[in-house]
């Protein structure tokens, strides 16, 4: 794992190999050790660490780049020459802009040393406490119990130099019943933070309570999502709505109303790395400071996120959200944050005269960009609710709904924040949801 001072060590002798030729080098280093269980064992330990470089280089309006993960000075000139070679046989890119200078950061540390240090052994009790709780009801657990670190560091030959590191534990487990099944998440930068029995506890209480699931039909429910689901939608927004380039490209929901009501009044929304309860780090991949950005204040669209070509092009300033150069994807938002309501889930289910309790969706996929419509299937635990009470659990369903359509019609929002995964990955900070009129297109089987 390659360390600040030796990313230093490394920079310094890319720019004497690149003598005067304008040069960018990122590194990206990780150390993960991930242990899977299945069946109520532990069928798998792996412990793996990589760091990697890629050396960009910029002639005019040429670019090109190369990586390694070895280190040593004969493998750093092949590296540099390699770039400088790609970029004397590319197209000139005339909107390619010239690196930046040094810039200034704001401290953020989600770095936890005893994340890193955690033992299998550690981990491997923690897991058969878990799947204990499982066995006494004669249910099967399985999952996924990981803890690392992940550092990336950018430095140009124009003075610029950042480096952060931050690190993480998750925890997902599936409890499978004969007929149901129950699932339960958690990401913590410190590990001590990470509770897999308890999350197993609530998983097993869904997969037990999901017994002998009744079919439903199709059609149109008042829903309360739990905060993985809510998530789900979320990333579909951060995809394809609030990044500048399909904004300016007019194929965002966002393109042409900013300042106008684009959702529900009590739906706030913004990019935010520096929130305590998620994961990241303060500048982006050109370098430039990440800053939180308000994207929707109470349903009005305030922003979308830039890098400096789209800044460029717009006429404003890098938000901070650029990916890895180059990328067809433009800029991104990596840490959105949903504001919380006052409600809670108990409550949105008593207000609740019929609609449907989702633990999260899977398979999820987009439709159609503008009106963001996407479709998917719910999963481990689906419950009938009516007159303010769970019923019974019912069979899963295919849903077919715009995200826009769907942040219109939120009546309530849950006032505890969690950081949740989506099924396609990346992290956002949301509560539980209740959405009027939540469209179900099909039942299924299970």
Excluded at 301 to 316: L, M, P
């Amino acid at each position: 794992m390659m360390d600040e001072s030796r990313f230093r060590e490394v920079v310094k002798q890319v720019m004497a190999l690149a003598d005067g030729t304008a040069v960018e080098v990122l590194l990206a280093a990780q150390q993960e050790g991930l242990t899977r269980f299945g069946n109520n064992v532990v069928s798998q330990h792996i412990e793996t660490g990589n760091s990697e470089l890629v050396i960009r280089v910029q002639q005019g309006t040429r670019q090109g780049k190369a990586g390694c993960n070895q280190f040593d000075r004969a493998t750093l000139e092949r590296t540099v020459r390699k770039a400088v070679l790609l970029a004397s046989i590319q197209r000139n890119d005339p909107l390619l802009l010239p690196l930046p200078g040094s810039q200034k950061y704001r401290t953020l540390s989600h770095y936890r040393p005893q994340t890193v240090a955690v033992s299998p052994g550690e981990k491997v009790d923690r897991i058969r406490q878990a799947v204990g709780l499982c066995m006494k009801k004669k249910t099967t657990a399985a999952g996924i119990f990981s803890h690392g670190m992940q550092a990336v560091g950018l430095a140009n030959s124009n003075g610029l130099f950042a480096y952060n590191r931050y690190t993480s534990a998750g925890f997902s487990v599936t409890v499978m019943a004969k007929d149901s099944s129950g699932w339960a998440d958690a990401t913590q930068p410190d590990i001590h933070d990470l509770h897999p029995e308890a999350l197993t506890a609530v998983a097993l209480e869904k997969a037990l309570a999901g017994r002998r699931p009744k079919a439903l039909s199709p059609g149109e429910y008042d829903v309360i999502l739990e905060p993985a689901a809510v998530a789900e939608l979320l990333l579909f927004m951060a995809w394809e709505g609030f990044g500048a380039l399909p904004y300016l490209e007019g194929r965002s929901f966002v393109s042409g109303r900013l300042g106008q009501k684009i959702l529900g009044g009590n739906v706030t929304i913004t990019d935010d790395v520096y929130h305590p309860r998620t994961l990241g780090l303060n500048f982006d991949y050109e370098g430039m400071p990440r800053r939180s950005v308000v994207l929707v204040d109470h349903g009005v669209a305030k922003a979308v996120v830039h890098d400096r070509k789209t800044a460029k092009e717009a006429g404003t300033e890098s938000t901070g959200h650029a990916l890895p150069l180059p990328n067809t994807n433009g800029p991104m938002p990596l840490n959105l944050v949903l504001a919380a309501g006052d409600s809670s889930v108990d409550e949105m289910v008593a207000s609740t005269s019929r609609g449907l309790l989702i633990t999260h969706f899977h398979y999820t996929n987009i439709l159609d960009p503008v009106p963001l419509m996407i479709t998917g299937m719910t999963r481990d635990g689906v419950f009938l609710v009516e007159k303010g009470r769970v019923k019974h659990p019912v069979k899963n369903f295919r849903f077919t709904e715009s995200v826009v359509k769907a942040f219109n019609q939120v009546e309530a929002l849950g006032r505890d924040m969690v950081y949740a995964h989506a099924f396609w990955g990346g992290g956002i900070v949301c509560p539980a949801a209740k959405i009027r009129g939540f469209n179900f297109s099909s039942a299924t089987r299970f």
